[in-house]
C-alpha cells in the first residue's frame, strides 16, 4: 500500500522556520512535489524534487523568494521542505506528491495532475 505522510506543520510567528517531512512507502519515486491550500484559494505549486540517473533536480514557485529549500535522505524515501522567513500569507495545508515519472518542465511540476500519489496534509499557520 502507497503511503505519504507528512509532518512538521504547526504554529510558527511571522519570520520563523518550519521543516515539513514528507516520508513515502510502498513504492519508489522519481518525482515528489509540495504543494499548498490557503482557505478559499486554488492549491498552487511550492517546489519539486526529481531523480534521474543520479542527478537530482529542485524547482521552486517563484513567489517563493529563496525562502525553500527541499531535499530528500539518502533512501530517497523521505522529501523535507525547509520554510524560512515564514509570512502570514503562508498559512495554507501543505501537500506532499509523488510520481514516479521525471518531470523537467515547469508545466509538469508544478501541475497538480502529474502526481497521482498524495498525503493528507499538514498545517502551517504563521501568526503575524
Known amino acids: 500500500q502507497v503511503q505519504l505522510v507528512e509532518s512538521g506543520g504547526g504554529l510558527v510567528q511571522a519570520g520563523g522556520s518550519l521543516r515539513l517531512s514528507c516520508a513515502a512507502s510502498?513504492?519508489?519515486?522519481?518525482?515528489f512535489a509540495w504543494f499548498r491550500q490557503a482557505p478559499g484559494k486554488e492549491r498552487e505549486f511550492v517546489a519539486a524534487?526529481?531523480?534521474?540517473?543520479?542527478?537530482?533536480?529542485?524547482y521552486y514557485a517563484v513567489s517563493m523568494n529563496g525562502r525553500l529549500t527541499i531535499s530528500s535522505d539518502n533512501a530517497k524515501n523521505t522529501v523535507f521542505l525547509q520554510m524560512n522567513s515564514l509570512k502570514s500569507e503562508d498559512t495554507a495545508v501543505y501537500y506532499c506528491a509523488a510520481s514516479s515519472r521525471t518531470y523537467y518542465t515547469r508545466t509538469d511540476y508544478s501541475a497538480a495532475s502529474s502526481y497521482i500519489y498524495w498525503g493528507q496534509g499538514t498545517q502551517v499557520t504563521v501568526s503575524s
Open positions: 524534487f526529481n531523480w534521474s540517473g543520479g542527478v537530482i533536480s529542485t
Open positions: 510502498g513504492r519508489s519515486f522519481s518525482s
